[in-house]
């Protein structure tokens, strides 16, 4: 695809790599000085065509590739090449597994409580996600 999405082309505030964003859904993490929580899954949609005015760029960014919207719980300066951090994840074995059942247990709330099924769809697919990590630690 040839379409151009560079900063300030549609509502990417924040850019991550290395980070998949459904980690942060229903989870505190840090950035620089500002801690933030994973609210809600913001897939890739129409806005962002009509804002970039190419057609296309729904379909070029599907599977995985949108975002999430957070809210703001510490505010702090963020810099570019700060790392995200997620916040309970650095105790031992057993605060990591109860951080993350909680975690599937919150987004499957939210699931269970949003009107949108393509929303349904993301947080099914999160916690879907975060479960078999932690499988694979037990």
């Given at each position: 695809f ?6 300030g082309?549609h509502?990417?505030?924040?850019v ?9 859904l229903a989870?505190?993490f840090?950035?620089?000085e ?23 760029v729904?379909?070029?960014l ?5 975002g999430?919207?957070?809210s ?6 963020i ?9 309970g ?5 057993d ?10 247990q ?25 479960t078999?990590?932690?499988?694979a630690e037990?």
């Open positions: 040839d379409i151009d999405l560079t900063d082309r509502r990417r505030n924040i991550t790599e290395g980070v998949p964003s459904y980690e942060l989870r505190r840090r950035i620089g500002a801690v933030l929580e994973g609210r809600k899954p913001r897939p890739p949609c129409a806005h962002v065509e009509r804002v970039a005015d190419e057609e296309g729904e379909a070029a599907a599977e995985k590739r949108g999430i919207g957070a703001v719980i510490e505010s702090g300066p810099s570019v090449g700060d790392p995200v951090e997620l916040i994840e650095d105790g031992s074995r605060e990591r597994l109860k951080t993350r059942v909680e975690t599937v919150r987004l499957l709330e939210r699931a269970q409580n949003t009107g949108s099924p393509r929303a349904i769809d993301d947080y099914i697919d999160a916690a879907r996600e975060m078999e990590r932690i499988e037990l």
